[in-house]
């Protein structure tokens, strides 16, 4: 958040065993750049997955104004099946791409979530990074 050319705010980071992926939008590919450089400076970064969508300032506020629309959609789906209600899934939407970070608790429940995300309207495509518990 201190870089400038970034904006922090719209900048989602995940990191998962010193994997950092970075989601959300971006106003060019000078910040999306920037994003990933500040990302390695970080101590224990072992790898960089830079997933940032480029879009213009001017076309952002409707982006996102549909992106919350769809998120909404996809979080009520997955709240439905009673397989999925012990699963921890957190969804964010960016371009019509839903992503799961999370966990739930087998690999058929994975792959419930992912094929009931890709159901309401939308729904570009769907980024799966779900853990599966340990037992």
Known sequence: MADDRTPGLDVNVDTWDGKVTLFGIVDSEQAKAAAERDARKVSGVKAVVNELEVVPSARQQAVK???????????????????LRDASIDVEVRNGVARFTGTVPSGAERIRAAVIARTPAGVKAVRDDLRVAAR
């Open 65 to 83: 104004a549909d992106d919350e629309q769809v998120e909404q959609h996809v979080k009520d789906a997955l709240r439905r099946p009673a397989e």
